[in-house]
């Protein structure tokens, strides 16, 4: 039935003139003045203007690619963003180019809401309506928040950086309540939480990073930055921060974390260490590799805790748009 594997991700710049147009990209529905685009883009500067989304992509992609020949998968696989070059639809009609008819689609998002799942089914709609008659049959596979590979790397990714002692701070982007209301984004995030920290016997937290927009529209909370100083004057001085709501170290952990949270922790006097995300973890590209098994050969659907595997495919009325 399936002949591809499409990677769909955010996307990022790639150099100092894609900053400017990839912001206004991803806030084209908005109306967010390019001078307050202009201050996010200072954040890019650090980095020579290049996230590092895209390369990190394409390491997972070449990471499947092995790991689909190792077990005979004869997929090719291909990549497109929501927000940059590779455009999701230029990616699709490159696909249909190729004779490409149903192709399985990995979102690098592991858990439910609305801009880490339904939106990207969304992208999906919008795109093969673009391409025509002629697109291929795009089915996304389901969220793997807590796929045994999935926890199984992020706990191997916490137990190469933490020490003895230290307070495990979980973190996610934040997003609106009203986006938080109308999906199980939270409750999986403290899930797999308290899985990782059981295993490895450590007190923990979940925290949130990364929110924009108006500041009277609230959002979830604490803010990674505000926890720390939370905790330092709770007598907390060692943390390991775990960005798990993220696949890759790209620009919202490389920054907002790296940088920012780095930087509060230093001024409180708080020893802090981040752990990797998942990224190329093989036990990682092993539960994708599971994922696509799944729908190719009806391997059984692996989970841990207590909500079983995500329904394939994703439920109606899930990870609603935020409302107001």
Partial sequence: ????????????????????????????????????????????????????????????????????????????????????????????????????????????????????????????????????????????????????????????????????????????????????????YESQLNEIAAIVADRLGAPWDLAFQSRSGPPHIPWLEPDINDHLVALCDKGHDEVTIVPLGFISDHMEVAFDLDVQAAETAASIGVGMRRAPTVGTHPLFVSAIRNLVQEKIDHAPALWLGKAGPWPDPCPDGHCLAPTG
Avoid at 101 to 114: I, Q
Avoid at 123 to 130: H, I
Wanted: proline share 7%; net charge negative; hydrophobic share 40%.
């Fill in 1 to 184: 039935m399936y002949d591809a594997l499409l990677v769909l991700s955010f996307g990022g710049p790639e150099g100092p003139d894609d900053v400017m147009p990839f912001l206004r990209n991803v806030t084209a529905d908005r109306n967010v003045p390019d001078a307050r685009l202009a201050v996010v883009a200072e954040q890019y500067k650090m980095f020579d203007g290049r996230s590092p989304i895209n390369d990190q992509n394409r390491a997972l992609i070449d990471a499947l690619r092995r790991e689909f020949a190792d077990f005979g998968i004869e997929l090719p696989i291909y990549f497109g963003n929501r927000n940059w070059e590779p455009y999701l639809p230029d990616t699709i009609q490159q696909m249909v180019d190729d004779g490409i008819g149903n192709a399985l689609v990995l979102a690098t998002s592991a858990f439910s809401s609305y801009s880490g799942c339904r939106q990207y089914r969304e992208d999906l709609e919008r795109a093969a309506a673009q391409i025509g008659p002629d697109a291929p049959g795009l089915h996304k596979l389901r969220l793997y928040y807590n796929h045994p590979g999935f926890v199984d790397a992020v706990t191997e990714r916490v137990q190469e950086t933490m020490r003895p002692g230290d307070r495990l701070v979980f973190t996610a982007h934040s997003i609106p309540l009203t986006m938080a209301a109308r999906c199980d």
